[in-house]
Structure formats: C-alpha cells, structure tokens
Nanobody
Framework: QVQLVESGGGSVQSGGSLKLSCRVSGYIGWWCELGWYRQTPGQEREMVSRISSGGTTYYADSVKGRFTISQDNTRGNLALQMDSLATEDTAVYYC??????WGQGTQVSVSS
C-alpha cells in the first residue's frame, strides 16, 4: 500500500522560495508518475508538476520556469522547489502517486 507524507509548506512573501518534500513508501510501478497538485477553496484540484519513472517532467504553464520537480533514484522521495512565488500560488499542495493516491496536503501561503 502506497503512502505519501508531505512536508515543507509554510508562509512566504511574494518573490520568495519554498521547497516541498514528499516521502513515498510502498511499491510504485514503473508506469506510475509521481506528482504535485494544488487546490484552493471552491476550485478543482489542478496538476502542478509530474515526473515519470524515467525522469520526464511536466509542468503547468503557470509554474514553468519557476518550479522544479525532482525525485531520488529509489523514488522514495519527491520534491518540488518553488521559486519566484506569487500570491496566486497560495493553495494546499498534495503529493500524488499515479494520480490516485494522495498525501494529506500541505499549505503554502504567499503574501504580497
């Protein structure tokens, strides 16, 4: 059974940086992408970034050039480096495995 635990959220001013981490336990197949999603109140959860087992990365247009996703060789640790944060990045961020298993979420708040 796959379990995901996020850490690293917090509050930062616009233009600042935060790094989110996700500890992944349990077996995940080669076909399974790990990713980060975010959600604000009243809105649907949206994809922020995903990474395949082979290291191919995908980013939402809104975060391209500012966020960087990474995973270690064992795929036991997933990270999201967030730079040049803007107020519209404020959300609860979720770690995901295969788009089906979710962590508990971590709050990111960006103030102007």
């Amino acid at each position: 059974q796959v379990q995901l635990v996020e850490s690293g959220g917090g509050s930062v001013q616009s233009g600042g940086s935060l790094k989110l981490s996700c500890r992944v336990s349990g077996y995940i197949g080669w076909w399974c992408e790990l990713g980060w999603y975010r959600q604000t109140p009243g809105q649907e959860r949206e994809m922020v970034s995903r990474i395949s087992s082979g290291g191919t990365t995908y980013y939402a247009d809104s975060v391209k050039g500012r966020f960087t996703i990474s995973q270690d060789n064992t795929r036991g640790n997933l990270a999201l480096q967030m730079d040049s944060l803007a107020t519209e990045d404020t959300a609860v961020y979720y770690c995901s495995a295969c788009g089906k298993v979710w962590g508990q979420g971590t709050q990111v708040s960006v103030s102007s």
